[in-house]
T-cell receptor, first 117, second 114 residues
Framework: GAVVSQHPSWVICKSGTSVKIECRSL??????MFWYRQFPKQSLMLMAT?????????EQGVEKDKFLINHASLTLSTLTVTSAHPEDSSFYIC?????????????FGDGTRLSIL | QKEVEQNSGPLSVPEGAIASLNCTYS??????FFWYRQYSGKSPELIMS????GDKEDGRFTAQLNKASQYVSLLIRDSQPSDSATYLC??????????????FGPGTSLSVIP
């Protein structure tokens, strides 16, 4: 069964709206979670690393004020796309891995398809 | 900028044949290597992980790793139409404090023809 839950699966909203996406590790604690974005026909691009209890680490070119990340607990990270515009429409995917076991692969959520009108 | 490269394909093989997918990476410090399968519109699912040089087999899948050549591959034996998907090579690399950041290659699109 799924070990990482992501919600919502689909979001369609008007330009200017802020959208929050949740990522939960279901049966393990994740001090670190990862947020990716994928445009059609392209690969996953890491946006940021979410760190429990501290600031997220953003990849080069990703706007911190645009994509707000909060990792308030060991099982939940949220990504908020603020004042979303059509160019933010994409497939957003989170992942987490079991921190207590080194070298373990990441487990992915089912993704959130965001469409901004 | 650390990179992971793959042939984008599409790679077409007949049903029952062996599909061979290749990946190269640039970070010599990488220690963990993963192959994910991604169906259209879905999130990636883990197929194989490999950490040591050599071959690792799991059912119809064999991952091969050569750290000296910075090369990792995935073989799919007895390919089935349900194997048609995009295969993503993923490699760990240094993040802010440790080597737990994973970057993905562009993916290879595989089509298995019945």
């Amino acid at each position: 069964g799924a070990v990482v839950s992501q919600h919502p699966s689909w979001v369609i909203c008007k330009s200017g709206t802020s959208v929050k996406i949740e990522c939960r590790s279901l049966d393990f604690q994740a001090t670190t979670m990862f947020w990716y974005r994928q445009f059609p026909k392209q690969s996953l691009m890491l946006m940021a690393t979410s760190n429990e209890g501290s600031k997220a680490t953003y990849e080069q070119g990703v706007e911190k004020d645009k994509f707000l990340i909060n990792h308030a607990s060991l099982t939940l990270s949220t990504l908020t796309v603020t004042s979303a515009h059509p160019e933010d429409s994409s497939f957003y995917i989170c992942s987490a891995k079991r921190q207590e076991i080194s070298n373990q692969p990441q487990h992915f959520g089912d993704g959130t398809r965001l469409s901004i009108l | 900028q650390k990179e992971v490269e793959q042939n984008s394909g599409p790679l077409s093989v007949p049903e029952g044949a062996i599909a061979s997918l290749n990946c190269t990476y640039s970070d010599r410090g990488s220690q963990s290597f993963f192959w994910y399968r991604q169906y259209s519109g879905k999130s990636p699912e883990l197929i194989m992980s490999i950490y040591s040089n050599g071959d690792k087999e799991d059912g119809r899948f064999t991952a091969q790793l050569n750290k000296a050549s910075q090369y990792v591959s995935l073989l799919i034996r007895d390919s089935q139409p349900s194997d048609s998907a995009t295969y993503l090579c993923a490699v760990n690399t240094r993040g802010q404090t440790s080597y737990d950041k994973v970057i993905f290659g562009p993916g290879t699109s595989l089509s298995v023809i019945p």
